[in-house]
Nanobody, 122 residues
């Protein structure tokens, strides 16, 4: 089993930045794809970004492309989401996911974090 722990959420004004981190522990020997999802109140969970183990495959939602670069440090078993130029519509609980499959299949991830709240004030 793999445990995922998100951190870095908080309250920020529109236009500000936050960096989310997701640290994996447990059975981390597999070279997992990792990604981020978010869920706002009253809305369905939506894909944000994902990155393969090597970093050679990266995918972003159109709503965050160019604003939220994703990266990872495999030595630290950690994936990051740098959230820039935050907008009120980015307010959501952000969840980390990990799966041995491809970036395109991250929505079916085997492992999920508990979520971290991001609130963007206008």
């Amino acid at each position: 089993q793999v445990q995922l722990l998100e951190s870095g959420g908080g309250l920020v004004q529109a236009g500000g930045s936050l960096r989310l981190a997701c640290a994996a522990s447990g059975r981390t020997f597999s070279r997992n794809t990792m990604g981020w999802f978010r869920q706002a109140p009253g809305k369905e969970r939506e894909f944000v970004a994902a990155i393969s183990w090597s970093g050679s495959s990266i995918r972003y939602a159109d709503s965050v492309k160019g604003r939220f670069p994703i990266s990872r440090d495999n030595a630290k078993n950690t994936v990051y989401l740098q959230m820039n130029n935050l907008k009120p519509e980015d307010t959501a609980v952000y969840y980390c996911a990990a799966d041995p499959g491809a970036v395109s299949m991250i929505s079916e991830a085997k492992y999920w974090g508990q979520g971290t709240q991001v609130t963007v004030s206008s």
